[in-house]
């Protein structure tokens, strides 16, 4: 018996109050004017599965407003502290509890909506990312310049055979005009800021563009402190 119960799936707080109110799915979706489908997904936080994340905000709203969610019970699936309850009502308790209801569905959207909006952003940021390093040339297409600017040749020649270990074509390794470059980044000439990008992002480090020079394909990474990996 104890193995059954915790194999059962635990139910959104959202599931529970539309249980607490014996309604199936079938009618709290009637209610609220959803379809079945849309009242699973919010029911188990598949929020992703509207169309936008404004249209999961307005279902998510027409839902708790449909299942006659109050102040309290809101605050309580938002997972806020709830007051205790007055001893008497008036006009102005009235429009606090409104307020309060207003105030609880906000917290409950973010609970629910705004994650999926913020894991939509990733992916969108990610999938445009991939598409622009999809246009470059390749790694071995570009030629590296590796300066030491830092004074530790040995550190320079582990970022120069870091770079060469990711398919570019290494130039050089010689000495920088100067020993206190402050930390390490990758610089480019025209036409070659998303190449430079892309490699600073491998290196985790910045970018800085060079004050001349029109070849996108020739990136110059002046090597400063150790710091990880990269330096």
């Given at each position: ?5 915790a ?23 009637a ?170 992002r ?30």
């Amino acid at each position: 018996m104890e193995l059954a119960t915790a194999l059962a799936p635990k139910r959104s707080a959202l599931a529970q109050a539309r249980l607490q109110r014996q309604l199936p799915v079938r009618e709290a979706a009637a209610k609220a004017g959803l379809t079945e489908d849309e009242v699973s997904w919010l029911e188990e936080g598949r929020v992703y599965r509207f169309r936008s994340p404004d249209d999961a905000l307005l279902a998510l709203t027409l839902y708790t407003t449909a299942l006659g969610v109050d102040h309290r019970e809101a605050r309580v699936l938002a997972g806020l502290p709830v007051p205790p309850k007055p001893f008497e009502a008036n006009p102005r308790a009235r429009l606090l509890v409104l307020a309060g209801v207003a105030a609880a569905v906000v917290a409950l959207v973010a609970a629910f909506v705004l994650p999926g909006r913020a894991e939509e952003q990733a992916r969108a940021a990610e999938a445009a990312r991939l598409a622009v390093e999809a246009k470059l040339p390749k790694p071995w297409e570009i030629g590296v310049d590796i300066l030491n600017g830092n004074g530790d040749i040995n550190h320079t020649r582990v970022v120069a055979s870091r770079i060469g270990a990711l398919g570019y074509h290494v130039a050089r390794v010689a000495r920088a005009n100067r020993f206190d470059y402050p930390q390490t980044a990758v610089y480019y000439e025209r036409g070659g800021k998303a190449a430079a990008e892309r490699l600073a992002r491998q290196l985790d480090v910045g970018t800085r563009p060079l004050p001349g020079g029109d070849d996108p394909r020739r990136l110059v990474v002046i090597v400063g402190p150790p710091r990880g990996p990269a330096g």
